[in-house]
């Protein structure tokens, strides 16, 4: 999932998209969620040491963004299935995920 970027705001492996296909849609790396800074995702992600190498930290933030872009008020649940296309070796994916609830003002939504 380190090749996810977001086409026209939904998540896509990258290394699965032929360049024909984006012609005239908007293409957002990692990078490009970024406006003043990290947004409030990223730095909730960052406070509570959700990553340990940050290898899978790319497809896992954007596929959050879209999530809680279209459902701000996720589950664990809803969580679980958002990021599971990316694979994490180091975490066990429990920190993230409650940092994504926890930057969706929920603490432990099951
Ligand atoms: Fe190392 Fe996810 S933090 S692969």
Do not use: K, M
């Not at 406006?35 to 497809?59: I, K, M, N, R, Y």
Request: proline share 4%; net charge negative; aromatic share 2%.
């Amino acid at each position: 999932g380190s090749c996810t970027v977001l086409l026209d705001g939904r998540t896509v492996r990258s290394c699965l998209v032929l360049a024909v296909e984006v012609d005239g849609h908007d293409v957002t790396t990692v990078e490009g969620i970024e406006h003043d800074g990290l947004t409030a995702l990223q730095e909730t992600l960052v406070e509570l040491s959700s990553f340990q190498c940050g290898f899978c930290a790319p497809g896992i933030v954007l596929a959050a963004h879209e999530l809680l872009d279209h459902e701000p008020h996720p589950t664990r649940r809803q969580v679980q299935e958002a990021i599971s296309g990316n694979l994490c070796r180091c975490t066990g994916y429990e920190p993230i995920i409650d940092a994504v609830l926890a930057a969706a003002g929920q603490g432990d939504a099951s």
